[in-house]
């Protein structure tokens, strides 16, 4: 048996390479799982952008200068010579992009378990965690493209809000949110628009423009060129999902009463820079998996699963509606079909509609 997996240049993340490895045999409390599909979205390109920084390339270590790139997905357990977890079981979590991985089984439980593999042990919690499909509320059968696709950017949404409530957020009435059309931005805005007090505001390219507004959750959408349309003198959050840093300085130098601003994203990856000098507040980076951890000692991991769930059923309905679908999904099976997806998710040049499901 051989593994194939995608790896990308770290130091050039537009550079790939297919890489095929004979598989080792197991060793006792290990499981071998075969990918069958994971998720490409702008958020993966965020993983290889801030991949030393956020420490995603030390999931599926790969040899320098290659690394390889994280995703969101299903996958079977082929093998398993670990005590509670059987092959033929499906599991959802955080995968490589490949056709196979291995993991030692820890805390296993009904609901899951934890890769207790020691180079993942120090890594956050939460992308360690794998759940059994027939166990997670948050599954349906058939509707794994939608899953893979929204679920991770609608989470990441998800306990954005959940952090700006805990903060009142910042004293602000308007939150603005760049890289409108891109589906975390959207999960964001989504939760927030239940805010009736809230102004949410979508800044998107001009090619976007009717297709932000269509999603139903911005109360205003700008486009970049337009940024004088907004109000400079309202108390607002910045939530950069962008990722672009000639427009966060433009943003914190026009609008005076910004409270707070965060980088979350990095859809806009050729146009990243620092934010040293900035006017107004300090911009950081919202790491949401500290929210997550937090949540999940208050509440407990299925606490946490329970109130997601509610909204996320809400959120996937919406993308599916027979009516108006406004999610295109796309399949990209083989190795030359993973390299130019993973290409156009990059570049930028993919319909905001789109989702793409890989398979090696």
Not at 72 to 91: C, D, I, N, R
Not at 257 to 278: E, F, P, R
Request: charged fraction near 20%.
């Amino acid at each position: 048996m051989s593994a194939t997996r995608l790896l990308v240049n770290r130091s050039n993340i537009a550079e790939t390479m297919i890489e095929v490895q004979e598989s080792a045999p197991l060793q006792d409390g290990q499981i071998r799982l075969r990918i069958e599909k994971v998720a490409l979205t702008a958020n993966n390109i965020s993983y290889a952008a801030t991949g030393e920084m956020l420490q995603y390339w030390r999931f599926f270590p790969a040899e320098a200068p290659w690394g390889c790139v994280p995703a969101w997905g299903f996958a079977f357990v082929t093998e398993s010579l670990a005590k509670g977890v059987e092959v033929g079981e499906k599991l959802w979590g955080f995968l490589p992009m490949a056709s196979e991985l291995v993991m030692e089984p820890v805390k296993v439980t009904g609901f899951g378990f934890t890769d207790g593999v020691a180079h993942r042990r120090a890594l956050p919690h939460i992308y360690n965690e794998y759940t059994r499909c027939r166990m997670d509320p948050m599954h349906t059968e058939g509707q794994e493209d939608v899953e893979a696709i929204l679920r991770p950017l609608f989470a990441t949404g998800w306990l954005v809000d959940d952090f700006l409530e805990d903060n009142n957020f910042f004293d602000a009435k308007t939150v603005i949110l760049s890289s409108a059309s891109s589906k975390t931005a959207y999960g964001t805005a989504t939760q927030l628009a239940r805010r009736k007090d809230l102004q949410i505001v979508g800044l998107t390219a001009s090619k976007n423009m009717e297709f932000v507004k269509g999603l139903g959750c911005y109360t205003q959408v700008v486009s970049y060129d337009a940024l004088d349309q907004l109000d400079a003198g309202a108390a607002c959050v910045y939530l950069d999902y962008a990722g672009d840093a000639e427009l966060r300085r433009k943003l914190h130098t026009l609008l005076g009463n910004m409270t707070y601003s965060s980088s979350i994203g990095a859809s806009h990856v050729d146009k990243m820079g620092g934010s040293s000098g900035l006017p107004g507040p300090k911009s950081t980076f919202m790491f949401v998996p500290t929210q997550a951890a937090k949540r999940v000692a208050q509440w407990g991991i299925a606490g946490l699963m329970e109130r997601m769930t509610r909204d996320w059923e809400a959120f996937a309905s919406r993308a599916t509606d027979a009516k108006q679908p406004w999610l295109m999904v796309q399949h990209h099976p083989g190795e030359k079909a993973v390299q130019a997806a993973y290409a156009l998710v990059l570049a930028g040049k993919g319909d905001p509609r789109t989702g793409h499901m890989l398979s090696l």
